[in-house]
């Protein structure tokens, strides 16, 4: 069982260049998410959906966009990639339901550098 | 809003000796809490949770964690250190409705020997 997938697992990027961040998951989970994690900083919710078709804005989304057109992918892309977007990206998913009892399952994140 | 406090960047403690990670919250409601570890370069693991049963919650490796509502905290211990423990520890409470989990800044384990 595979779980979480990140591509890539490493990425340099020039300034204004755009890419995307692949991320699959085999568990059938609703409810996927991603984060980007800056040294001392803790996860910041960056994008999250809570099913195909529906995508929803977290803490700081600037800069990013998500779409969901399957349970499994949910790929994030950077338009105009910024130095500020240099980070550890992590993806996430989880069974979803209200309640939120159900822990989020990781990808092993996709380290990006922006120069 | 939920809101997490982790009250050390950075625990340093002997190989056989106690662990005590802090982790205070904030919540208008009975909240879930869960800690995760993290390892260098790789991804959050679950090391366990709490959800409104059992207030002294066992995870793996040995770790547990206490619930107490009156201090808001949900503390992380394990009686005796290992090399392998060594690590980032996040604390995580959920929001209500629980589609978004709101995570401490982490606390770095040393373990030395």
Same mark, same amino acid.
């Given at each position: 069982n595979a779980g979480v997938t990140q591509t890539p697992k490493f990425r340099i990027l020039k300034i204004g260049q755009s890419m995307t961040l692949q991320c699959t998951q085999d568990? $059938?989970? $609703?409810y996927m998410y991603w984060y980007r994690q800056d040294p001392g900083m803790g996860l910041k919710l960056i994008y999250y959906s809570v099913g195909a078709g529906i995508t929803d804005k977290g803490e700081v989304p600037n800069g990013y966009n998500v779409s969901r057109s399957t349970t499994e992918d949910f790929p994030l892309r950077l338009e105009l990639a910024a130095p500020s977007q240099t980070s550890v990206y992590f993806c996430a998913s989880r069974v979803g %339901?209200? %309640? %939120?009892d159900q822990p989020q399952h990781f990808g092993d994140g996709t380290r990006l550098s922006i120069l | 809003a939920q809101s997490v406090t982790q009250l050390d960047s950075h625990v340093s403690v002997s190989e056989g000796t106690p662990v005590l990670l802090r982790c205070n919250y904030s919540s208008s409601y009975s909240p879930s809490l869960f800690w995760y570890v993290q390892h260098p370069n790789k991804g959050l693991q679950l090391l366990l949770k709490y959800t409104?049963?059992?207030?002294l919650v066992k995870g793996i490796n040995g770790f547990e964690a206490e619930f107490k509502k009156s201090e808001t905290s949900f503390h992380l211990t394990k009686p005796s250190a290992h090399m392998s423990d060594a690590a980032e520890y996040f604390c995580v409470v959920i929001s209500r409705g629980g589609q978004n989990f709101v995570f401490g800044p982490g606390t770095r384990l040393s373990v030395l020997p």
């Amino acid at each position: 069982n595979a779980g979480v997938t990140q591509t890539p697992k490493f990425r340099i990027l020039k300034i204004g260049q755009s890419m995307t961040l692949q991320c699959t998951q085999d568990m $059938n989970h $609703n409810y996927m998410y991603w984060y980007r994690q800056d040294p001392g900083m803790g996860l910041k919710l960056i994008y999250y959906s809570v099913g195909a078709g529906i995508t929803d804005k977290g803490e700081v989304p600037n800069g990013y966009n998500v779409s969901r057109s399957t349970t499994e992918d949910f790929p994030l892309r950077l338009e105009l990639a910024a130095p500020s977007q240099t980070s550890v990206y992590f993806c996430a998913s989880r069974v979803g %339901g209200w %309640g %939120g009892d159900q822990p989020q399952h990781f990808g092993d994140g996709t380290r990006l550098s922006i120069l | 809003a939920q809101s997490v406090t982790q009250l050390d960047s950075h625990v340093s403690v002997s190989e056989g000796t106690p662990v005590l990670l802090r982790c205070n919250y904030s919540s208008s409601y009975s909240p879930s809490l869960f800690w995760y570890v993290q390892h260098p370069n790789k991804g959050l693991q679950l090391l366990l949770k709490y959800t409104s049963a059992a207030t002294l919650v066992k995870g793996i490796n040995g770790f547990e964690a206490e619930f107490k509502k009156s201090e808001t905290s949900f503390h992380l211990t394990k009686p005796s250190a290992h090399m392998s423990d060594a690590a980032e520890y996040f604390c995580v409470v959920i929001s209500r409705g629980g589609q978004n989990f709101v995570f401490g800044p982490g606390t770095r384990l040393s373990v030395l020997p």
